[in-house]
């Protein structure tokens, strides 16, 4: 793996989410209530809604507009919703994201 600095975990609020432009586009960095972090896609499958302004709940988020919900481990939709995001390694160290740069680029390619 090939990590690429992406910011500070304190860019983003606890239960929000900022997003990053990547090679494959737009990724969402959500921040859980128990400061996890997780990557994954910022549009919903449904009808592309913007994940990154969506609710974090657990390790799940909801999208702003239908209510939705994916689990931010697997990006697999809840319940009855059918539909997964895609989502990519990201770990902290010293306070600083890090973001896999190999999963990104490689999605871009297929
Ligand atoms: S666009 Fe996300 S639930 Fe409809």
């Known amino acids: 793996m090939s ?15 900022r997003v990053v432009k990547t090679p494959v586009g ?16 910022d549009r919903c499958p449904h009808k592309g809604g913007p994940l990154s302004e969506g609710i974090v709940h657990g390790q799940s988020v909801t999208c702003p507009l239908h209510n939705w ?5 697997t990006g697999q939709a809840q319940g009855a919703d059918e539909g997964r995001i895609g989502t990519y390694p990201v770990r902290v160290e010293s306070g600083r994201l890090l973001i896999d740069g190999d999963a990104i680029g490689k999605r871009s390619a297929a």
Not at 28 to 35: D, H, I, K, S, V
């Open 69 to 73: 919900v994916f689990d931010l481990n």
């Open 3 to 17: 990590w690429i600095d992406i910011g500070h975990i304190e860019d983003i609020p606890l239960h929000g989410a």
């Open 26 to 41: 737009c990724v969402a960095l959500f921040r859980t209530g128990a400061a996890e972090v997780f990557a994954a896609d």
